[in-house]
C-alpha cells in the first residue's frame, strides 16, 4: 500500500482531527519536546516584532509552543488539513495568532507570504510529495538570515531506535487509532518515518536546499534516536531586510 499524499492525507488528517489532540497527549514529551524545537529556533523575543511561520501547524500544538516561547511574536499557522485547522483555530488564541488553509507546496495562492524572520515545521517534511521543492518554498520565505526548525521523527539510522519506534507503533498507537477508525492513518505515520531520511540525511537535504549553519539536535526519553530537531539558516543577515 502506496503512503497517504495529497488530498488522500489531509482526508485521512480530517478524520482523525477529533481524537488527535487524545492520541498526542498520550505520548510522552510530546508539548514539552515542541517548546524545546522551538526555543532552538535561537529567537528572542527582545528582538521586537517577530514574523513566524508554523507550517504543518495541526491542531495548534506547535502553534501553542511557538506562542509560549515567542510571546511576542506574529504568528502565520498553516495546514492543509481543514479539520485538524478548524480545532486549532478554534482553541483560545492571544492577539497576533492567526490562521490559514493551505498545502505547503501552494502558500502564495493563499496568501501567505514572506519575508518570515523564523519557520517551524513540525511533522511535515515527510508527509509532503516533494520535501526538496517545500524546502525551497521554505527558504524563499524567510529573510536573510531568517531561521529554520524542523521538528520531525526522522531516525538516527541504527536499528535499535527503529525497532522501538516500530514497536510503539505495533504495540500502542495502530491498536487504539484502528479502535478508533484511523488506522489507515497511522499505519502511514508509521511507514513515513521508516522510508523517509534519517537525520544526517535530511540534514544533507536542508544543506543542499542552501541553507547554513545546519545541525541535527536530538530530543530525550523514548524520542531519542527518533525524534530531532534539524535548525538552519537562510544566508545573510537580518539587517539587510531593515527588520
Not at 76 to 101: H, I, N, Y
Amino acid at each position: 500500500m502506496p503512503l497517504l499524499r495529497d488530498e488522500g492525507l489531509a482526508a485521512a488528517f480530517d478524520h482523525a482531527s477529533r481524537s488527535y489532540d487524545t492520541l498526542v497527549a498520550a505520548n510522552p514529551g510530546y508539548h514539552a519536546h515542541l517548546r524545546r524545537s522551538a526555543r532552538r529556533l535561537g529567537l528572542s523575543h527582545s528582538r521586537g516584532a517577530l514574523r513566524v511561520l508554523d507550517l504543518g501547524c495541526g491542531t495548534g500544538a506547535s502553534t501553542a509552543a511557538l506562542a509560549t516561547v515567542l510571546p511576542d511574536a506574529e504568528i502565520t499557522a498553516v495546514d492543509a488539513s481543514a479539520g485538524m485547522l478548524e480545532r486549532a483555530a478554534g482553541k483560545p488564541w492571544r492577539d497576533g495568532v492567526t490562521f490559514v488553509q493551505a498545502p505547503a507546496e501552494r502558500l502564495a495562492e493563499a496568501g501567505v507570504r514572506g519575508p518570515f524572520d523564523a519557520v517551524f515545521a513540525a511533522y511535515l517534511f515527510r508527509n509532503v510529495a516533494d520535501p526538496d521543492a517545500v524546502l525551497d518554498a521554505v527558504r524563499e520565505a524567510l529573510a536573510p538570515g531568517g531561521r529554520l526548525a524542523v521538528h520531525e521523527y526522522t531516525l538516527s539510522g541504527r536499528a535499535a531506535h527503529r525497532a522501538v519506534w516500530t514497536g510503539v507503533c505495533r504495540g500502542l498507537v495502530l491498536p487504539v487509532a484502528t479502535a478508533l477508525g484511523d488506522g489507515t492513518l497511522y499505519r502511514h505515520l508509521w511507514r513515513s518515518v521508516v522510508e523517509f531520511d534519517t537525520a544526517s540525511d535530511f540534514a544533507a537535504r536542508v544543506r543542499s536546499a542552501g541553507f547554513q549553519d545546519v545541525r541535527a539536535l536530538p530530543l530525550p526519553g523514548w524520542q531519542t534516536g527518533i525524534t530531532h530537531t534539524i535548525v538552519a539558516r537562510r544566508p545573510g543577515t537580518a539587517a539587510e531586510t531593515g527588520r
